[in-house]
């Protein structure tokens, strides 16, 4: 089955830049937008951003201005910039696949925001 990869994670100071990309094991035919959650520790997984097949893109207001989703479709991935991160964006960034029927889920990367 398909297969979500997820990257790019690590440990970044306050202010700094990192980019998350999400690979997929196989074109996905028919999806319908793709997305990156987020779960910071004591609290629920929220939606930092998706973008749909017509490249419209949504975004958490927390991280409007300062992230960034794009998709490549001819590789099946999906990217998240991230600028200007803060503390508060410390949290497990899960990549995300939707078709008519499923979710599809990365297994997670660990972005840590500390001074």
């Known amino acids: 089955q398909v297969q979500l990869v997820e990257s790019g994670g690590g440990l970044v100071q306050p202010g700094g830049s990192l980019r998350l990309a999400c690979a997929a094991s196989r074109r996905i035919f028919s999806i319908s937008a793709m997305g990156w959650y987020r779960q910071a520790p004591g609290k629920q997984r929220e939606l930092v951003a998706r973008?749909?097949?017509?490249?419209?893109?949504n975004y958490a207001d927390s991280v409007k201005g300062r992230f960034t989703i794009s998709r490549d479709i001819a590789t099946s991935t999906v990217y998240l910039q991230m600028n200007s991160l803060k503390p508060e964006d410390t949290a497990v960034y899960y990549c995300t696949a939707e078709d008519a029927q499923f979710i599809y889920w990365g297994q997670g990367t660990q972005v840590t925001v500390s001074s």
């Open positions: 973008i749909s097949r017509g490249d419209s893109t």
